[in-house]
């Protein structure tokens, strides 16, 4: 039932980020509602589940929205284990942790999707794509992330998306 919920929660977030959030942009940025659900999970139950959702994640908004298959998923993949190493050593009901995680984990992923464009040959302005598309995509993601955290955090610990449900 779990990971049911799981690929609803990524169905509805694709869905919202290509079309409302599409148009609600911040300096020209949209959030990653994918990758702020990635982040949560990872913190919440560590790297190889962050990873693992990340990967999941990754491919199938690389598969509904991507130019490169393989590129979001080997970045939130990466994120969410990064991300997922602080499991067990932040207090998890504390909402700072969750916010800092976010603008660092945005940063990653941000930074590592350009590094793979640039792999794969995609002529990138680094300085231009981090002050117009990353900062902001981040600042974007932590407004986001404190309306959708103790909602995500209560769900996951003994609501819904519980593993002992």
Not at 18 to 42: N, R, Y
Not at 135 to 150: E, R, S
Request: charge should be positive.
């Amino acid at each position: 039932m779990r990971f049911f919920l799981l690929f609803i929660i990524a169905i509805v977030s694709l869905a919202l980020q290509t079309t409302v959030f599409g148009k609600l942009t911040l300096a020209g940025a949209k959030p990653d509602l994918l990758l702020i659900t990635v982040v949560f999970f990872a913190f919440i139950k560590g790297p190889k589940a962050g990873a693992g959702l990340g990967f999941v994640y990754g491919l199938l908004e690389d598969l509904v929205v991507g130019r490169f298959i393989g590129l979001n998923a080997l970045a939130k993949a990466a994120t969410g284990l990064v991300v997922g190493l602080t499991e067990g050593k932040i207090y998890k009901e504390n909402l700072i942790a969750p916010g800092l995680l976010i603008i660092v984990a945005s940063m990653i992923n941000g930074l590592l999707v350009t590094a793979l464009l640039m792999i794969a040959g995609v002529p990138v302005n680094f300085t231009d794509s981090f002050w117009r598309i990353l900062l902001p995509a981040a600042i974007y993601n932590l407004g986001i992330a404190p309306l959708l955290y103790l909602k995500f955090y209560q769900s996951i610990s003994s609501g819904i998306l519980s593993s002992k449900k």
